[in-house]
């Protein structure tokens, strides 16, 4: 089974500065991918950043960059240069086999991380 | 062009009704999935549809089934509500039968469901 853990229920930043998102992750499968979603108080989930398994560079997208170390499997989202728009629920998710070995995918969530940024 | 459109966004029940939601994916996308989002939690996987079939289903009770339709939109229906069902139910979609590890999911606003 897959397991997403977010160990930080909240974080703080000041405006500018950047900030870390803990996120590690637990799978037995091969092939998987890990994804960071943020989630306004409008409740849509946005897609930010995503990483394979498989790719050997960290993924990058503006001003956000996925850490992933896969033998510690962790997968930290690096937010750069906060602003007061970020301010949001994020969450951790792997895309992995619905069943083992199977071919159809499906997102497993971490609890999520409440980030606060401060003017 | 539009997102992904759920409607309605809030919806209040007692328990024991049943409740039909709804979810229209982005234009060209042939695959939705619904989700289950409690208060304070992730969201958890309910079903994944691709042309009208079934293709993968989450550790939820039989009281919860869905449908795709030929235009691809899909319904979420939950028969005998129980208090523990409120939550926030999301609709995304992609373009792919298969989602594949690396298939990014286009999340709706949601359907905010309260069981009294």
């Known amino acids: 089974a897959q397991k997403i853990t977010q160990t930080q229920p909240g974080m703080f930043v000041q405006e500018k500065e950047a900030v870390t998102l803990d996120c590690t992750y637990d799978?037995?499968?091969?092939?998987?991918?890990l994804f960071w979603y943020k989630q306004p108080s409008s409740g849509e989930m946005i897609f930010l950043i995503y990483q394979g398994s498989y790719d050997e560079q960290n993924a990058t997208e503006g001003r956000y960059s996925l850490n992933f170390q896969k033998a510690r499997k962790s997968a930290n989202l690096v937010i750069s240069a906060s602003q007061l728009g970020d301010s949001a629920m994020y969450f951790c998710a792997m895309s992995a086999p619905q069943n083992s070995g199977g071919s159809n995918y499906k997102l497993t969530f971490g609890k999520g991380t409440l980030l606060t940024v401060n003017p | 062009d539009a997102g992904v459109t759920q409607s309605p966004t809030h919806l209040i029940k007692t328990r024991g009704q049943q409740v039909t939601l709804r979810c229209s994916p982005i234009?060209?996308?042939?695959?939705v999935s619904w989700y289950q989002q409690v208060l304070g939690q992730g969201p958890q996987f309910i079903f994944q549809?691709?042309?009208?079939?079934?293709?993968g289903r989450g550790n939820f009770p039989d009281r919860f089934s869905a449908r795709q339709f030929p235009n691809y939109s899909s319904e979420l229906n939950v028969n005998a509500l129980l208090l523990g069902d409120s939550a926030l139910y999301l609709c995304?979609?992609?373009?792919?039968?298969?989602?594949?590890?690396?298939?990014?999911?286009?999340f709706g606003s949601g359907t905010q469901l309260s069981v009294l």
């Open positions: 549809y691709y042309e009208k079939e079934e293709r």
């Open positions: 234009s060209g996308h042939k695959s």
């Open positions: 995304a979609s992609s373009t792919q039968a298969k989602q594949g590890s690396g298939e990014k999911l286009f």
């Open positions: 799978t037995s499968d091969q092939s998987y991918g």
